[in-house]
């Protein structure tokens, strides 16, 4: 993936108005922004908007871009099902794509899970006060529109880590301390690093959010990435020691060539007890939990003992599950985490109709292409060539040799 956008909540955490703010920074055509907004006025009963703006101002000697919105809500309390309901109606009602529309309703039900979670309530009972005003309805429509406008939806989206805040805020059921409940709650289980250095607070449930249906890793440090664009997004709180930005920056990944790089997680353990019963078993469940290859490894450990080498490769997304289940079919002691690079070359999988013994097969393939599009490989499915050489008789290296004779016919 060519393009990167990097999303800074380190400092001033994250809320909707401050990345929709950013992303109107970042270029994000604001006239279209607005008048979605008020496009959706009337699909939100009881609310009346007043005025709508993004102004450019100094925060702390930095120049940002600040959303102003005014308007009237009569409605303090909405159920969740009829937030949900209203915002797929503004979705219909502005005709966006399927990606985006889909981006701004899976945002709203995070929201709406995390809340539902937190009062042991189904998403159908819950009433909602704070987060069912108009602001929450326009803070994911319009960051929907200007990543969409920006086209960050076809790039790769990383986090740095997230600042929560501290201290207390107080709200419609109480005071409670910083991080608040629903932001714990949207984070559980990911792989998001919270850190709550700053007074206040600073991440919203709906940035929270936002940021968990955009990102799709946290990380420690900046990649290596060319930048293109810089959107700098402010909110309403001001800070004597540190600016209140939220920093988005668009760009060009460094190592992006027409080679297609991918970060992955490499996990190791020695195991010198297990039955090759239990070593193949082990295989099948890391495998059906989502691992993408694993490799079973003869070597030699301390003493000159024999041991297996069982080596995982899996997504940053899966390695928590990936760890539990090598912990628990394995018993081993200690995991080896290494996080490394791969190089993908481009594949396509076709169904195409071979010829045996008179008969026809429909068969899948996988095409691996080089750089310039041309097929260096190709890989008739295993499963498909095992079940004609069953229905025919023939000796599956037999039906593998005409198939791959007769896919290269096909594309030489």
Same mark, same amino acid.
């Given at each position: 993936m060519s393009k990167i956008t990097v999303i800074d909540p380190q400092i001033s955490g994250i809320s909707g108005d401050m990345l929709l703010s950013a992303l109107v920074d970042a270029g994000a055509e604001s006239k279209k922004i607005i008048d979605s907004i008020y496009n959706c006025e009337n699909y939100i009963p009881g609310t009346k908007l007043m005025d709508v703006r993004f102004e450019k101002i100094s925060v702390n000697g930095f120049k940002a871009t600040k959303f102003f919105v005014q308007y009237k809500d009569k409605m303090?309390?909405?159920?969740g099902l009829d937030?949900?309901?209203?915002?797929?109606?503004?979705?219909?009602?502005l005709n966006l794509n399927q990606r985006t529309k889909v981006f701004s309703l899976n945002s709203l039900k995070t929201l709406l899970n995390a809340e539902s979670r937190i009062h042991g309530e189904p998403l159908e009972k819950i009433h909602l006060h704070e987060i069912s005003n108009l602001d929450t309805f326009i803070d994911l429509i319009g960051c929907a529109i200007a990543l969409e406008d920006l086209k960050i939806f076809d790039s790769k989206v990383v986090t740095t880590h997230i600042s929560v805040g501290n201290g207390l805020t107080s709200f419609s059921h109480g005071t409670i301390s910083n991080p608040t409940n629903a932001v714990l709650e949207i984070f559980k289980g990911k792989t998001f690093v919270l850190a709550g250095n700053n007074l206040g607070e600073i991440t919203t449930p709906t940035g929270a959010a936002i940021l968990v249906n955009l990102a799709s890793e946290c990380v420690d440090y900046y990649p290596k990435?060319?930048?293109? &664009? *810089?959107? %700098?997004?402010?909110?309403n709180k001001k800070f004597d020691n540190y600016p209140n930005i939220l920093r988005v920056v668009l760009g060009k990944d460094r190592q992006a060539s027409s080679?297609?790089?991918?970060?992955?997680?490499?996990?190791?353990?020695?195991?010198?007890?297990?039955?090759?019963?239990?070593l193949g078993n082990l295989i099948e469940v890391l495998m059906k939990e989502g691992a993408k290859d694993v490799t079973i490894l003869p070597g030699i450990t301390k003493k000159n003992r024999p041991t297996n080498v069982v080596r995982i490769i899996t997504d940053k997304s899966k390695i928590n599950e990936m760890i539990e289940k090598l912990y628990l079919e394995s018993g081993t002691a200690g995991?080896?985490?290494?996080?490394?690079? &791969? *190089?993908? %070359?481009n594949r396509d999988i076709i169904t195409i109709s071979i010829s045996l013994r008179n008969n026809r097969f429909d068969i899948r393939v996988k095409l691996i292409k080089d750089s310039s599009g041309k097929i260096i490989n190709v890989k008739p499915e295993f499963e498909d060539l095992k079940k004609i050489s069953e229905t025919t008789g023939l000796p599956l290296r037999d039906v593998m040799d005409q198939a791959i004779y007769q896919v290269l016919l096909k594309f030489n």
């Open positions: 303090l309390v909405r159920r937030m949900y309901n209203i915002l797929a109606g503004c979705c219909e009602k990435m060319i930048p293109e &664009r *810089i959107g %700098l997004g402010t909110g080679l297609n790089y991918e970060d992955i997680i490499l996990l190791e353990t020695n195991v010198d007890d297990l039955s090759g019963e239990i995991i080896r985490i290494q996080e490394v690079k &791969r *190089i993908v %070359l």
